[in-house]
């Protein structure tokens, strides 16, 4: 049996006719940057994340050094955030040239320990950018304390998190900003790359529009330099069609999700196999990862086997940022993030996607099963 960690072609078949009219209608109209469809989709999804805004742009990466730079954050600066998530995250606070203090994180959620934030909190820090990590909102509240108390901005990295919410609250619209990616193996993901920025303030969305596009706040005169990070027509037009199929696809993932934990539980391998876990507090986890944990050294010889036997499977992320070699001026060594090191070398993301079947999930239980038996 055949079990891909992602694949997308069946999804793409229930909404081809209505994406390919779309395609159709704005080659027609030759109208491809911005625009109305980002318009639309821009007044959509701030009100899919409950926020007031929402700022369509380049990519994930880009939204995050936009909310970045819109802050005027740069040389001399100091921006927490957590050491166990994609490379983007921290790579954006180096890119605006400040430097990056890395966190550890909870055990449970995998997502930013908010008493390590506040730890690692000095007068230079001016913004904590938490990440919603694997479809799982991080302790907001409590990190939402920390940035109160010392007046700093928060960043929500939602890029894996859309539609998640933390206490009834949607991701993205708990902080300053929100982050989002729409990179096609997001849950909404379009048709090459795409993000968007979420934000509760009005001068702040005034703002990202501007760095947007190069810095220019009346034709040809440019208060700042911003870059080009803009959306494009096409791309809005598919998020659109696809914003509506979200909340079924949030449902297939979760219930594939419990399907996995009664199969690990009728195999009896909740031992062995730590499952992922929802936060003590009240969440609705989105499911973009299902990441189990094995000990004992044996995460690469379970993924090498479950790849013989034909199960898609991935490590996210197998090297915490904080050692990795770009960021060896920060000065981060092995034993500074513990928690972090230590899942790094733990855990294995199986196939979540809405479509996969329960026969693959039956195949994947028992062939991890056998691994461990072997
Ligand atoms: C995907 C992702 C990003 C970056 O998004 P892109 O659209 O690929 O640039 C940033 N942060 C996290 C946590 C992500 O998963």
């Given at each position: 049996?055949?079990?891909?960690?992602?694949?997308?072609?069946?999804?793409?078949?229930?909404?081809?006719?209505?994406?390919?009219?779309?395609i159709d209608a704005i080659c027609d109209s030759?109208?491809?940057?911005?625009?109305?469809?980002?318009?639309?989709?821009?007044?959509?999804?701030?009100?899919?994340?409950?926020?007031?805004?929402?700022?369509?742009?380049?990519?994930?990466?880009?939204?995050?050094?936009?909310?970045?730079?819109?802050?005027?954050?740069?040389?001399?600066?100091?921006?927490?955030?957590?050491?166990?998530?994609?490379?983007?995250?921290?790579?954006?606070?180096?890119?605006?040239?400040?430097?990056?203090?890395?966190?550890?994180?909870?055990?449970?959620?995998?997502?930013?320990?908010?008493?390590?934030?506040?730890?690692?909190?000095?007068?230079?820090?001016?913004?904590?950018?938490?990440?919603?990590?694997?479809?799982?909102?991080?302790?907001?509240?409590?990190?939402?304390?920390?940035?109160?108390?010392?007046?700093?901005?928060?960043?929500?990295?939602?890029?894996?998190?859309?539609?998640?919410?933390?206490?009834?609250?949607?991701?993205?619209?708990?902080?300053?900003?929100?982050?989002?990616?729409?990179?096609?193996?997001?849950?909404?993901?379009?048709?090459?790359?795409?993000?968007?920025?979420?934000?509760?303030d009005e001068a702040k969305y005034k703002m990202?529009?501007?760095?947007?596009?190069?810095?220019?706040?009346?034709?040809?005169?440019?208060?700042?330099?911003?870059?080009?990070?803009?959306?494009?027509?096409?791309?809005?037009?598919?998020?659109?069609?696809?914003?509506?199929?979200?909340?079924?696809?949030?449902?297939?993932?979760?219930?594939?999700?419990?399907?996995?934990?009664?199969?690990?539980?009728?195999?009896?391998?909740?031992?062995?196999?730590k499952l992922p876990e929802e936060a003590s507090?009240?969440?609705?986890?989105?499911?973009?990862?299902?990441?189990?944990?094995?000990?004992?050294?044996?995460?690469?010889?379970?993924?090498?086997?479950?790849?013989?036997?034909?199960?898609?499977?991935?490590?996210?992320?197998?090297?915490?940022?904080?050692?990795?070699?770009?960021?060896?001026?920060?000065?981060?060594?092995?034993?500074?993030?513990?928690?972090?090191?230590?899942?790094?070398?733990?855990?294995?993301?199986?196939?979540?996607?809405?479509?996969?079947?329960?026969?693959?999930?039956?195949?994947?239980?028992?062939?991890?099963?056998?691994?461990?038996?072997?």
């Amino acid at each position: 049996m055949n079990v891909p960690l992602l694949d997308l072609s069946g999804q793409y078949q229930t909404m081809k006719k209505e994406i390919l009219a779309e395609i159709d209608a704005i080659c027609d109209s030759q109208r491809f940057i911005l625009g109305p469809k980002v318009e639309k989709l821009e007044t959509e999804l701030a009100e899919y994340c409950h926020t007031p805004y929402a700022v369509g742009l380049s990519s994930g990466s880009d939204a995050l050094l936009v909310a970045l730079m819109a802050e005027q954050i740069g040389p001399g600066d100091e921006v927490i955030a957590p050491t166990f998530t994609f490379f983007a995250t921290a790579g954006a606070i180096a890119r605006v040239g400040a430097k990056i203090v890395f966190a550890d994180i909870d055990p449970v959620t995998f997502n930013i320990d908010p008493e390590d934030v506040a730890r690692k909190v000095t007068p230079k820090t001016k913004a904590i950018i938490p990440v919603h990590l694997f479809g799982q909102c991080a302790d907001m509240d409590a990190i939402n304390e920390v940035a109160g108390a010392h007046k700093l901005i928060v960043i929500e990295d939602a890029c894996q998190s859309i539609g998640a919410e933390y206490k009834g609250r949607r991701a993205g619209s708990m902080g300053d900003y929100g982050a989002f990616s729409f990179f096609p193996s997001k849950n909404l993901g379009c048709f090459g790359d795409g993000g968007a920025l979420s934000m509760t303030d009005e001068a702040k969305y005034k703002m990202v529009k501007i760095y947007r596009n190069h810095g220019q706040s009346n034709t040809y005169i440019h208060d700042y330099v911003g870059g080009n990070f803009r959306l494009d027509a096409l791309q809005a037009a598919i998020l659109s069609i696809k914003l509506r199929y979200l909340d079924g696809w949030t449902a297939a993932r979760q219930r594939n999700a419990m399907e996995y934990r009664e199969l690990f539980r009728g195999e009896g391998l909740t031992g062995e196999i730590k499952l992922p876990e929802e936060a003590s507090y009240p969440v609705r986890h989105i499911y973009n990862q299902f990441c189990i944990r094995i000990e004992g050294g044996r995460r690469d010889a379970l993924k090498a086997y479950l790849q013989e036997n034909g199960v898609g499977c991935a490590v996210y992320y197998p090297l915490s940022l904080h050692l990795q070699p770009c960021f060896k001026a920060f000065g981060g060594k092995p034993g500074d993030c513990p928690v972090s090191e230590k899942i790094s070398g733990e855990i294995l993301a199986l196939p979540i996607y809405p479509e996969s079947t329960s026969s693959m999930r039956e195949y994947t239980v028992a062939k991890i099963s056998a691994f461990l038996k072997k």
